[in-house]
């Protein structure tokens, strides 16, 4: 099972998507999330609005791949038309273990048409669809109860789907009760390189889905 970071590993929410939380994710082994928007004729890392001195896409590739290149990252896509030129970058940097979420439908049809790496958002607001049947995973979310869906995340598993389940604290939730709930499931017997888990404490989280 993979744990990636949610912006990388920030200690102050003012390192989120920062080099300095990516560098410290990559090195503990951690993959990592983070959101991709185009500014000014390029491809940035930043959640909200871009401005002037966000950091450059290519230099978090650059990071990337001067640590491990098969940590999985997942990329939150929050404008439309970029993936020509997120899949030129993805192949110049031979970028594999990677997956794009959150853009429109209409904008994920462009992604899959590009053979793109996506993977769909369910969640309880969000319902199994047939666009399933083209994309490589699951972005597993859970806004109200905190819940983990151990029988959804197997079944989906099993129709050869990777899961990527939300962590709590990601909604402002406790997460001992989930991490506990996915660590029966990945005690499962699943193949655990396609199950991960988007956190903010990937430490805490580690320490809870590996304990002996």
């Not at 048409?113 to 969000?126: D, H, L, P, Q, T």
């Not at 389940?165 to 029966?184: A, F, I, K, M, T």
Request: with cysteine; net charge negative; aromatic share 10%.
């Amino acid at each position: 099972m993979h744990i990636l970071s949610h912006r990388g590993w920030w200690r102050t929410a003012a390192e989120r998507n920062s080099l300095q939380a990516f560098r410290r994710s990559f090195a503990a082994g951690y993959g990592t999330e983070t959101d991709i928007r185009d500014y000014c004729g390029e491809l940035v890392i930043s959640h909200d609005i871009p401005h002037q001195g966000c950091l450059l896409l290519r230099d978090f590739f650059e990071l990337f791949v001067s640590y491990d290149p098969l940590l999985p990252l997942a990329l939150n896509i929050k404008s439309d038309g970029l993936a020509g030129t997120l899949k030129t970058l993805l192949l110049e940097y031979r970028i594999s273990n990677y997956f794009c979420f959150d853009m429109s439908v209409p904008d994920m049809l462009n992604y899959i048409a590009a053979g793109v790496n996506v993977f769909a958002r369910i969640s309880e607001f969000e319902c199994e669809n047939p666009l399933l049947s083209q994309v490589q995973g699951i972005w597993l979310d859970n806004f109200s109860d905190g819940q983990c869906d151990g029988e959804r995340i197997q079944r989906l598993m099993a129709t050869g789907l990777a899961v990527c389940c939300v962590s709590p604290e990601l909604h402002q939730q406790n997460p001992e009760g989930y991490w506990q709930q996915l660590r029966r499931v990945k005690g499962g017997g699943l193949v655990t390189d396609a199950l991960m888990l988007c956190t903010d404490v990937p430490d805490q989280a580690r320490e809870v889905l590996y304990a002996q």
